[in-house]
């Protein structure tokens, strides 16, 4: 059974910093993972998704990184804000074959960036 | 676009009753989820829906129904609530294809006294 950890669960930095977000999951025949992003009280908001045969995968200030076969993925933002400020979940979709592109879910880390 | 959509908000319930949750999508998107997300737990798959008229389960079924009669709507129903059920509720769609990246809705907070 696929399981994804994201560690730390909390995470505070001052503003401008780099924020490296990790994610990592048991079983490396994963077909995508997506980075979303959840501010109190809201929905997901989705911010990357990387596909197995891609390494990385940019947008704006954000990265994500993948080594498939690790088992990990890092989210970097560059120059944090503190409307940064919100809980960061990955998710992995298992690989071809598996019905309904069903995600599992890592327990998120919580950014505080501090003005 | 309006994207993926949730009624109600909130909802307060007592053991027993019963009520359904209404999930809408206007992207056309043939893969519809209803998740619940619960401190500790993290997110959590209800049951989900490859296409109209199609439901399958997830990884927390017990307790819960389903229907997609049209390709935009799925409906989450709780026949008989539980204080075990008091939660958030997420909708999500995505397209079938290998770009699949899944949207979600607002949620909607259940409590269940």
């Known amino acids: 059974k696929q399981e994804v950890t994201q560690i730390p669960a909390a995470l505070s930095v001052p503003e401008g910093e780099n924020l490296v977000l990790n994610c990592s999951f048991t079983d490396s025949a994963i077909y995508n993972l997506q980075w979303f992003r959840q501010d109190p009280g809201k929905g997901l908001t989705s911010l990357l998704l990387i596909q197995s045969s891609q390494r990385e995968q940019t947008s704006g200030r954000l990265n994500a990184s993948l080594d498939k076969s690790s088992g990990r993925s890092t989210l970097y933002i560059a120059a944090s804000q503190p409307g940064d400020s919100a809980t960061y979940l990955c998710?992995?979709?298992?690989?071809?074959?598996?019905?309904?592109?069903?995600?599992?879910f890592g327990g998120g880390t919580r950014v505080l960036v501090k003005p | 676009n309006a994207g993926v959509t949730q009624t109600p908000k909130f909802r307060v319930l007592k053991t027993g009753q019963s009520m359904t949750l209404l999930c809408a999508q206007d992207?056309?998107?043939?893969?519809m989820y209803w998740y619940r997300q619960d401190p500790g737990m993290g997110l959590r798959l209800i049951h989900y829906?490859?296409?109209?008229?199609?439901?399958a389960k997830g990884e927390v079924p017990d307790g819960y129904n389903v229907s997609r009669l049209k390709k935009q709507n799925f409906l989450l129903g709780l026949e008989s609530a539980a204080p075990s059920q008091t939660s958030v509720y997420f909708c999500?769609?995505?397209?079938?294809?290998?770009?699949?990246?899944?949207?979600f809705g607002p949620g909607t907070r259940l409590t269940v006294l």
């Open positions: 998710a992995v979709r298992p690989g071809r074959g598996a019905a309904g592109n069903k995600l599992t």
């Open positions: 999500a769609s995505s397209y079938s294809g290998e770009y699949n990246e899944q949207f």
């Open positions: 829906s490859v296409g109209e008229g199609t439901t």
């Open positions: 992207m056309n998107h043939e893969y």
